[in-house]
């Protein structure tokens, strides 16, 4: 039994992150004397965004007495190395599935971080001297020691507080956290971190909302719907187009779910003769490692996994594909010529390998970029997809002669009216619905889309409000 604490206050609720924002999720709650921080993400995006990473936390880190993650997506867990190095020293609970993605992403996000201070360096680009990383490679192995997996559907018990894991089908290993509080009377919370797809080519659909007083939902697409059948033609359209005139496809991708998702994309048409074969290369470490982990997940027939496609061991195979696993093969294929096709971190060019393909390939008009997920405000993703005729990258401006293509629906977080048909299969109606981790006109045509459809209350709560939980 959990222990009960009588006479206690209520557990309030903070918003350190992803309020008002695409970023940052960060959710603290404190029930009596305990304190759970729901995701630990990085803030990413906007200039002023990115700063908010380099600023003291309102709670110490050695107070905290536990992180759960939802995922492992970067602006969801990247903040963990920076919170072990400045004291935390309690568990950081995931599933399996985060944990394992987590070993790839938050020791790559060190190195990056470390490699693009130092070339800013070199280059003496940086307003500061000298540049720093926010964390390092040693930082984010250190961070690791922390992790204590849970499967799905058991239970944690954190004192007072109770978290459990459910599928929500966004990326390999994500979960929505099902949270119950028995201080001073049981109340349930439910976080959904990043809602996946019941349309994802590879990962089950999300499971159905639990019992919950209070749900903390995400509206990254809360003002749009997808559509499936017009993301996939564009994708086709632009592919056939360029390869015909001999250019590059440059596709910034996210190492994790998307890269699986393009490729699976990529093979189907192949399959069906909509376009031809032609070398394709995925010029990301993380990427690859992610990709095996797909990989072996299908193989095994893992519970995250579509039953149509589960233990199939060629799932991604049939392509022309090279991996480039060194830097010296990542510059060899920017001297090389088209037509190919080119998939590469980051997703929103904020960062990594995918840089230097767009500073070499923009100025070529024969090359196409496509854009195949959501570009928050500030990145160089977002200033291409508004029509930017030219980008700063790596110290320089590059001109953008490129065709710039925006295919939204290869995207894995539900859309508008997906999030409302998950919601309706709620069988206890909440108190609240916070909506958060959106931009703020998708958070706001999303609260108001709750309020009007399902007659909840719905609030878009401020960055650093805190809530009781009653």
């Not at 007495?65 to 568990?91: C, E, I, N, Q, W």
């Not at 919950?212 to 993301?231: F, K, L, N, P, Q």
């Not at 995918?354 to 500030?378: C, E, M, S, W, Y």
């Amino acid at each position: 039994m959990p222990n009960r604490i009588v006479n206690a206050p209520a557990p309030i609720l903070r918003f350190l992150g992803a309020a008002g924002t695409v970023t940052g999720s960060k959710f603290l709650l404190t029930a009596g004397d305990r304190r759970v921080l729901v995701d630990c993400g990085l803030f990413q995006g906007l200039k002023q965004l990115r700063l908010m990473n380099w600023q003291p936390l309102p709670v110490d880190a050695r107070g905290i007495d536990a992180v759960v993650l939802t995922h492992a997506h970067l602006d969801h867990s990247g903040y963990v190395p920076a919170l072990v190095r400045d004291g935390f020293r309690a568990k950081v609970i995931s599933t399996p599935g985060t944990h394992a993605l987590c070993r790839i992403l938050l020791p790559d996000s060190g190195h990056l971080q470390e490699e693009e201070a130092g070339y800013a360096n070199a280059k003496g680009y940086s307003k500061h001297s000298p540049a720093l990383a926010l964390y390092t490679e040693k930082d984010a192995w250190n961070s690791l020691d922390c992790f204590s997996p849970a499967e799905f559907d058991t239970r944690v018990e954190l004192g007072p507080i109770t978290a459990q894991f459910l599928h929500a089908g966004h990326i390999l290993g994500a979960a929505l956290v099902s949270i119950e509080i028995d201080s001073p009377r049981r109340r349930r919370i439910l976080f959904t971190g990043d809602l996946g797809r019941p349309t994802h080519p590879i990962l089950r659909p999300p499971a159905p909302p639990p019992a919950a007083d209070v749900i903390v939902i995400e509206s990254t697409y809360g003002d749009r719907i997808h559509d499936d059948a017009a993301s996939l033609q564009r994708f086709e359209d632009a592919i056939s187009r360029t390869l015909a005139r001999g250019g590059v496809v440059i596709i910034p991708s996210f190492a994790v779910d998307r890269t699986e998702v393009i490729l699976h994309h990529l093979a189907r048409l192949r399959d069906a003769g909509a376009i031809p074969r032609t070398p394709t290369f995925v010029d990301s470490p993380m990427a690859l490692a992610a990709l095996k982990l797909y990989e072996q997940s299908i193989a095994r027939g893992s519970s995250e996994i579509r039953a149509d496609i589960a233990h199939e061991k060629s799932f991604f195979n049939g392509q022309d594909l090279t991996e480039i696993k060194t830097v010296a093969a990542s510059i060899e294929l920017n001297s090389m010529p088209g037509p190919m096709i080119i998939i590469s971190a980051s997703g929103m060019a904020s960062g990594g390998r995918v840089l230097h393909h767009l500073k070499r390939r923009l100025p070529d008009r024969r090359n196409t970029v496509i854009l195949v997920g959501f570009q928050a405000a500030g990145t160089r993703g977002r200033s291409l997809l508004d029509g930017a005729s030219m980008v700063k990258m790596l110290g320089d401006y590059v001109p953008v002669a490129a065709e710039i293509v925006d295919v939204p629906g290869f995207s894995s977080h539900a859309d508008q009216r997906e999030i409302l048909n998950w919601l309706k299969l709620a069988t206890v109606r909440p108190q609240i619905v916070y909506i958060v981790h959106g931009e703020p006109p998708a958070s706001e045509a999303l609260r108001a889309r709750i309020t009007d459809e399902l007659g909840w209350n719905a609030v878009v709560p401020r960055n650093l409000e805190q809530v009781r939980i009653d």
